[in-house]
């Protein structure tokens, strides 16, 4: 089973506008921690915002916060007043706190941000 | 923030011949450090794990013979694609855990683009 799922391969929003980007997780683990990540076309990958499973509050990082909601195990990232240096692929990954360190990446999702 | 260096950024080489990519956090230490590859349009998966002091753990399906990774310090990972073959062709990215135990995260290098003739 895939332990992370980005249903959306490409979303369109325009400028200044809000978007969601989706992302469901599974694990059964009961400690994990959730990140996104954005790599533009220079294939570089920047970290934007990280949730773990114990927080308490949604995380915010300027204009990117996370809606984490545990009992349906999704972590949706919102970007508001998108701007047109967001347009890029966006990845949602998992860490679990058993094993290694390493990263679970969704399929990632395409966001053009439209003037 | 965290810096990873990655280099080079892009290496086009001859089939048969042997390409290092070297992986340096800049301004942390980094005991772990992660290896990645990416097809194009496809997410990255994970190759191997790189422990400062000891051998790397490969991900099933990865040779290892052919993907050498040595950590030999704290601050740098290398990643050797010996007798590269055209099929390696692809963008590689490294990784490293920098932070607390409580809030760790991971930085990426700039990748590498490895084109084999």
């Known amino acids: 089973a895939q332990k992370i799922t980005q249903t959306q391969p490409g979303m369109f929003v325009q400028e200044k506008e809000a978007v969601t980007l989706d992302c469901t997780y599974d694990?059964?683990?009961?400690?994990?921690?959730l990140f996104w990540y954005k790599q533009p076309s220079s294939g570089e990958m920047i970290f934007l915002i990280y949730?773990?499973?114990?927080?308490?509050q949604n995380a915010t990082e300027g204009r990117y916060s996370l809606n984490f909601q545990k009992a349906r195990k999704s972590a949706n990232l919102v970007i508001s007043a998108s701007q047109l240096g967001d347009s890029a692929m966006y990845f949602c990954?998992?860490?679990?706190?058993?094993?290694?360190?390493?990263?679970?990446f969704g399929t990632g999702t395409r966001l053009t941000v439209i003037p | 923030g965290a810096v990873v260096s990655q280099h080079p950024s892009r290496v086009i080489c001859k089939s048969g011949t042997s390409v290092k990519i070297e992986c340096r956090s800049l301004?942390?230490?980094?005991?772990?450090m992660f290896w990645y590859r990416q097809f194009p349009k496809q997410s990255l998966m994970l190759m191997a794990t790189s422990n400062e002091g000891s051998k790397a753990t490969y991900e099933q399906g990865v040779e290892k013979d052919k993907f050498l990774i040595n950590h030999a310090s704290l601050t740098l990972s290398t990643l050797t694609v010996t007798s590269a073959h055209p099929e390696d062709s692809s963008f590689y990215i490294c990784?490293?855990?920098?932070?607390?135990?409580?809030?760790?995260?991971?930085?990426f290098g700039s990748g590498t683009q490895l084109s084999v003739l």
């Open positions: 949730q773990g499973s114990y927080d308490q």
């Open positions: 990784s490293a855990v920098a932070g607390t135990a409580t809030n760790e995260k991971l930085f």
């Open positions: 694990t059964s683990d009961p400690s994990y921690g």
């Open positions: 990954a998992m860490r679990e706190s058993t094993g290694a360190n390493n990263l679970f």
């Open positions: 301004d942390f230490q980094a005991t772990t």
